[in-house]
């Protein structure tokens, strides 16, 4: 499907170690702050439990699988909200914690509400909450979700597109040829639209979901969206 630009339209690192430096070492400015929160939302099945074992996995080097991943049916594993924190081989934990949220799902019998997703944004969910149910569609949900956050001080938003490798051949062939992609490309550019989520705060992953092995060429995908989360979260303390 598509063709191949012969540079890529986005570029990336050469190598991973200042990227990976970078979100290592990271600690908010704002003395006042001890962590960045970042919450994850979508659609079930869309990656997000693997996205954040995808991120402990670049961290620690080898493949993890501590966010339950659900490859066996539609339904979310991640019932509730859950808070998961990366240590460090020092004992500490990174600066950025991860909330996992169930899916956004069209049907009455699953997924999280997007009233919730506001109570998360503002901080007012506990850690287990149980999560109501909901009706609507998923993308009129992200919207909604996208304008809370943005009328709410401005809480950045980001979005990742996983699942590259499926969605793609000539990813799945060859992983650098991601940011190259014209199909992956146009997909981007049809988020943004329908979301309206600036293009360059949309990145394009491939999930740890098979191999047993981290690799630099998945690695540098995964650092380069993570580290824009951090600066994002970043900037957004240091408006407060
Ligand atoms: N091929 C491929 N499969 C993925 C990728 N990310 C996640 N998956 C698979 O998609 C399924 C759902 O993923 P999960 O993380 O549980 O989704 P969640 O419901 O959003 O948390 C699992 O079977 C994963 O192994 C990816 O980047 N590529
Ligand atoms: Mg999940």
Redesign the pocket.
């Given at each position: 499907m598509g063709w191949l630009f012969s540079k890529p339209w986005r570029t990336m690192p050469k190598n991973n170690e200042e990227n990976l430096e970078f979100v290592k070492s990271y600690q908010p400015q704002n003395k006042d702050v001890k962590h960045l929160r970042i919450l994850i939302h979508?659609?079930?099945?869309?990656?997000?439990?693997?996205?954040i074992?995808?991120v402990e996995s670049v961290l620690k080097g080898r493949v993890t699988n501590r966010?339950?991943?659900?490859?066996t049916s539609g339904r979310?594993?991640?019932e509730e909200y859950t808070t998961y924190k990366i240590q460090k081989e020092s004992g500490n934990f990174y600066s950025f914690f991860f909330n996992?949220t169930?899916?956004l799902e069209n049907d009455n019998d699953n997924g999280i509400h997007v009233e919730d997703i506001k109570l998360a944004l503002k901080g007012h969910v506990k850690e287990g909450y149980q999560v109501s149910l909901l009706t609507d569609e998923v993308i009129k949900k992200m919207r909604d979700i996208r304008l809370a956050a943005s009328k709410m001080t401005e809480i950045p938003h980001l979005a990742v597109l996983?699942?590259?490798?499926?969605a793609c051949p000539k990813a799945k062939q060859n992983i650098n040829n991601v940011y190259k992609s014209d199909y992956l490309k146009k997909q981007v550019e049809k988020f943004s639209e329908t979301l309206g989520i600036p293009e360059n705060c949309i990145f394009l992953?491939?999930?740890y979901?098979?191999e047993i092995e981290t690799n630099d060429d998945i690695n540098v995908l995964i650092l380069v969206a993570l580290r824009q989360m951090v600066n994002f979260g970043e900037d957004f303390l240091d408006n407060l």
């Open positions: 979508g659609q079930t099945g869309a990656g997000k439990s693997s996205f074992n995808s966010a339950l991943t659900d490859a979310s594993f991640t996992d169930m899916g996983t699942k590259v490798d499926l992953v491939k999930n979901n098979s």
